[in-house]
């Protein structure tokens, strides 16, 4: 057993950009869905606030890989342009994750103690200038671990891409799989599979928690 790595970790590799390239392309597109919807979420203004709760809910409330089957096989047919395997893969991701995330923003943004809103009020201050200088940093600090936990939700979930035919590591663990049908063989493609997203997402985790040291820089925990 394990005496195949140089034959399929390298095989395995290959897929390892179309991952990465996935996972920051969902990233991208779910944090910016976050903010937005989150902040909608919290909005005085009723249709902000059903607009953004319906999309959320909705995004929320069914299957990651229906989404992808959705925006790989349905979204082309209706849309005037080409939607490629990674733009449906992407869309779902990042819709996706970006529901989950703004929750966590919404969470962040409500948690602020209202009497430094009231403070920064009797300053005069401007609804951008209270949400810029007072709210979201400290927001920021309390929505760090749930947005790293998000963060590695989203990478993990980049194996679905497989299903709709996104050459990513996890497809090209099947190929292996399908070519190599000895369990000594399978133990191995999926061990190297396993650790390799284990290897990919430990930075995530390291970078979680520094990001979270270094916001609580000068905070006090009394």
Do not use: C, H
């Amino acid at each position: 057993m394990f005496t195949n790595i140089g034959e399929f970790l390298p095989f395995i590799l290959q897929g390892l950009s179309t991952t990465v390239q996935a996972f920051l392309f969902g990233a991208v597109l779910a944090y910016s869905i976050a903010i937005v919807a989150g902040l909608a979420r919290t909005s005085k203004l009723v249709v902000v606030r059903v607009v953004a709760t319906i999309f959320v809910e909705l995004f929320r409330g069914t299957s990651l890989l229906v989404q992808m089957f959705f925006f790989a096989f349905v979204l082309p047919s209706l849309a005037p342009f080409t939607v490629s395997t990674f733009l449906a893969g992407g869309l779902a991701l990042g819709f996706n994750y970006g529901a989950y995330a703004s929750e966590v923003v919404r969470g962040a943004v409500l948690s602020v103690p209202e009497g430094q809103k009231e403070a920064a009020i009797s300053l005069n201050m401007s609804k951008i200038q209270r949400m810029r200088l007072i709210i979201l940093p400290q927001a920021f600090r309390i929505m760090l671990p749930g947005i790293g936990n998000n963060s590695i939700e989203l990478l993990k979930g980049t194996s679905l891409v497989y299903f709709i035919s996104l050459a990513d590591m996890t497809y090209r663990a099947d190929i292996l799989r399908g070519a190599n049908t000895a369990l000594s063989d399978q133990i191995e493609i999926y061990t190297y599979l396993l650790l390799t997203y284990f290897v990919i997402a430990l930075p995530l985790v390291l970078l979680t928690r520094w990001l979270e040291k270094q916001a609580s820089k000068g905070v006090s925990t009394a």
